[in-house]
């Protein structure tokens, strides 16, 4: 009797469990709308008030079709190498060692270090805000990221209730406040912001720059394929369509915002959500706002700490990190020693800045040319590696390959070079510190080149536990 038919069908049934392209469309939706999203967006706006709308509305498209260039990119890279490394193996295989790492830690851990914390602070103050809790300073914060981190350890099935659940919260908020904003007529509050010194005196390049904040992250669905079923079809999906379902609700968002609040408010105000919802709904504005506060929250911080964590996990694998974040759990097999670090690291930055969300512009336009650069990496991947490997198993294909990751690099250095010398002199130093670390540990630990390929192997690794039979068998015949 035939032992491989049992095996088959295991397999099979493996491939119904894990996220689906529902879960995955929420988590970059989700990862789209946070309060440092809602925040950043309305300061750009004020920042950006002597602009006529079409202007505005012209680097608003720029920045989603940017966001669409790496979505094709990341589809094509993951679905090739199908690992949880992420951009760490994309820029192994394509670039070597030194870029693999300056891309990951740059473009990944270091933007999220002040990311997350800041994310997580901000609930902290709208808590305080609007409900005047009275707990020690920063602990709610510290309570929210480590429940979250303890669901993620818990395995893909609470990560998606969790995911699915904060996200559709949320943009039902978003949709409500777009709806009353189309209805009522303008009132805004007494002005009692002094103007912003910046209003009004930033480029063009800098607005897409704000604006393409909106549409960050989504490729940190690709280090979840491990968990993920049919990804040949739910990853490319997941990413266009979450992409398109933000440019909406931040078009429609920032226009009622600018229908509704003076430009002094929106670009000075340390809570420019709560003045938006407050001009709409009054004293319940701020019971909306919370809401949509601790949706928020939890819908950018999970699927980051799922993300990043999963993206250690397999660097550690490939040698490129400690080899204890590749430990995994002995019952729900997640990266639980990797969760458990990423969020001692988000800590550390609640722990030593203070709790005020000041600067929110300026981490905006940081944060964005951090994964810009990311970005950019990842786009010189694709091309290097149609080139060097054109017969390799590709399951998704970029359309019109290579003018979007062309398009890609042009728009997003231009965007870099439009940046502040004191926004990109900090970049500079942070990146610095990065490779000379990156050099270091290639060199004594790795022992490896700092710009030597290693060779690509796009089968599937033995612990895949979603991915469909498809996928699988277009690999097989095509190696």
């Not at 912003?196 to 280090?223: D, H």
């Not at 949509?292 to 939890?298: C, D, L, R």
């Not at 997640?334 to 929110?360: Q, R």
């Amino acid at each position: 009797m035939s032992t491989s038919a049992p095996s088959l069908s295991a397999s099979a049934a493996l491939a119904q469990k894990g996220l689906g392209r529902l879960t995955l469309t929420a988590t970059t939706v989700g990862l789209g709308i946070s309060q440092v999203g809602l925040v950043g967006v309305l300061q750009s706006l004020g920042l950006a008030a002597n602009y006529p709308v079409w202007v505005l509305a012209l680097a608003f498209v720029c920045a989603y079709l940017l966001a669409l260039t790496y979505a094709a990119t990341f589809s094509e890279l993951s679905l090739m190498m199908p690992h949880r490394g992420g951009l760490s193996t994309y820029t192994e295989v394509a670039l070597g060692n030194l870029p693999a790492l300056l891309a990951t830690y740059s473009g990944y851990v270091v933007v999220n270090l002040f990311g997350v914390p800041v994310e997580l602070m901000l609930l902290d103050s709208v808590l305080r805000e609007v409900v005047g809790i009275a707990v020690p300073s920063k602990l709610l914060a510290l309570g929210v990221l480590w429940l979250l981190a303890g669901l993620n350890i818990k395995g893909p099935d609470v990560f998606a209730a969790l995911q699915n659940t904060a996200t559709v919260f949320k943009v039902v908020l978003v949709v409500v406040i777009i709806t009353v904003a189309f209805v009522v007529t303008a009132h805004p509050p007494a002005p009692g912001v002094a103007p912003s010194k910046l209003t009004g005196q930033i480029g063009f390049g800098m607005i897409v720059g704000l604006f393409f904040w909106c549409f960050v992250g989504a490729e940190l669905v690709c280090p979840m394929i491990n968990d993920v079923r049919r990804p040949e079809r739910s990853i490319p999906s997941s990413m266009f369509w979450g992409l398109t379902i933000l440019a909406v609700l931040y078009g429609l968002y920032t226009w009622g915002a600018r229908k509704m609040l003076p430009a002094s408010v929106l670009s000075s105000s340390l809570f420019p959500h709560l003045e938006y919802c407050v001009s709409l709904f009054g004293k319940f504005g701020a019971i909306v706002l919370l809401f949509i506060a601790i949706s928020g929250t939890v819908g950018v911080v999970n699927p980051i700490i799922s993300g990043v964590s999963s993206m250690l996990a397999g660097m550690a694998k490939n040698g490129q990190a400690f080899a204890i974040l590749a430990r995994e759990h002995p019952r729900h097999g997640t990266p639980w020693i990797a969760i458990l670090v990423l969020a001692a690291c988000f800590s550390v930055p609640i722990l030593c800045f203070d709790d005020h969300a000041e600067s929110i512009t300026n981490l905006v336009v940081a944060a964005s040319m951090s994964w810009l650069i990311a970005y950019v990496i990842a786009h010189v991947n694709l091309i290097v590696l149609r080139r060097r490997y054109p017969k390799a198993a590709r399951p998704f294909r970029s359309p019109w390959f290579p003018l979007p990751q062309l398009v890609g690099i042009v728009g997003m250095v231009y965007v870099i070079g439009c940046n502040p010398p004191e926004v990109n002199r900090l970049a500079g130093y942070v990146l610095g510190g990065v490779a000379l670390m990156s050099v270091i540990w290639i060199r004594l630990v790795m022992k490896r080149g700092l710009f030597m390929p290693v060779k690509l192997n796009n089968s599937l690794p033995s612990t895949t536990s979603a991915v469909s039979d498809d996928l699988r068998s277009s690999m097989a015949d095509k190696l």
